[in-house]
């Protein structure tokens, strides 16, 4: 059974940084990847990062790091320079044909953690 689980969501004022965490179960990172996504309240879910591909979206590139902990099993998201506009719900996801940013890809979600940029 696919579990993931997302920690480290919270308040932070702009400027700060938050490091998101996704424990994975049921897959091995070996042959799964792991992607991250936000979805703010009014708009689609969007991708944010991959760990196979590491890619970002436009909107957090060199401000946002995808890495991964193989002995845990767990996909980190270490996100600086955090700006308003970046508060959203952020859902980590997997699936065996996933490999990029598409929602669509994914077959297996977290339940999302929650992060709030304001001052």
């Known amino acids: 059974q696919v579990q993931l689980v997302e920690s480290g969501g919270g308040l932070v004022q702009p400027g700060g940084s938050l490091r998101l965490s996704c424990a994975a179960s049921?897959?091995?990172?070996?042959?799964?990847?792991i992607g991250w996504f936000r979805q703010a309240p009014g708009k689609e879910r969007e991708g944010v990062s991959c760990?196979?591909?590491?890619d970002y979206a436009d909107s957090v590139k060199g401000r946002f790091t995808i890495s991964r902990d193989n002995a845990k099993n767990t996909v980190y998201l270490q996100m600086n320079s955090l700006k308003p506009e970046d508060s959203a719900v952020y859902y980590c996801?997997?699936?065996?044909?996933?490999?990029?940013?598409?929602?669509?890809?994914?077959?297996?979600w977290g339940q999302g953690t929650r992060v709030t940029v304001s001052s």
């Open positions: 049921g897959v091995t990172l070996d042959y799964y990847t």
């Open positions: 996801a997997t699936g065996p044909m996933a490999g990029g940013l598409g929602p669509n890809e994914y077959d297996y």
């Open positions: 760990i196979s591909s590491s």
